[in-house]
Antibody, heavy 125, light 109 residues
């Protein structure tokens, strides 16, 4: 079955760039689906960050778009997240997930399944 | 920005029926999805496209939709169902934006 695993530094300094990678196993990214990033601040709810297709086509959360870059490496079957100019408000558990994007009534829709186990990133000096 | 609204908490006794609601202006046009998250674990999809149940999810989990409100129903609640539940949908403005509700803590008394 499809499995996802996040990796990257657990501590990032304010104003620097957060970088994470999601390795996918059990499924080839090149075969389809979008692949997304979601985060969850400690004790709070979920926030979609952005998603990417194997072709490189991306969707980003409008509220984070200016700071987010998501890229894909099909040769390594993984995709990555970069979030620039981080502050303490970016401290969160970051999840990667397969993103089933569909169009309903000509509007983008869809869901996230399965998810990686998540990785905690703390922004602190 | 688009928002989905859930009650912060719902409490039920074992064997009873739990209903968790989620409200949003775009829900008449967009499907809703539900996730279960237990402490220290990643979310798990329990309902997709308003009322479809993924394989492996118990039949006691069901979903429904009416106007601007969708409902997750858990019939015959068990202790293991105690968790946070999140609804998720997408904006209908034309700008791709996937949104989660604030989450509901289900307590099994």
């Amino acid at each position: 079955q499809v499995q996802l695993q996040e990796s990257g530094p657990g501590l990032v300094k304010p104003s620097e760039t957060l970088s994470l990678t999601c390795a996918v196993s059990g499924y080839s990214i090149s075969s389809g689906y979008y692949w997304g990033w979601i985060r969850q601040p400690p004790g709070k709810g979920l926030e979609w960050i952005g998603s990417i297709y194997h072709s490189g086509s991306t969707y980003y959360n409008p509220s984070l778009k200016s700071r987010v870059t998501i890229s894909v490496d099909t040769s390594k079957n993984q995709f990555s997240l970069k979030l620039s100019s981080v502050t303490a408000a970016d401290t969160a558990v970051y999840y990667c997930a397969r993103h089933q994007v569909e169009y309903s009534n000509y509007l983008p829709s869809g869901w996230f399944d399965p998810w990686g186990q998540g990785t905690l990133v703390t922004v602190s000096s | 920005s688009y928002e989905l609204t859930q009650p912060p908490s719902v409490s039920v006794s074992p064997g009873q029926t739990a209903r968790i609601t989620c409200s949003g202006d775009a829900l008449p046009k967009q499907y809703a999805y539900w996730y279960q998250q237990k402490p220290g674990q990643a979310p798990v999809l329990v309902i997709y496209k308003d009322s479809e149940r993924p394989s492996g999810i118990p039949e006691r989990f069901s979903g429904s939709s009416s106007g601007t409100t969708v409902t997750l129903t858990i019939s015959g609640v068990q202790a293991e169902d105690e968790a946070d539940y999140y609804c998720q949908s997408a904006d209908s403005s034309g700008t791709p934006n996937w949104v989660f509700g604030g989450g509901t803590k289900l307590t099994v008394l």
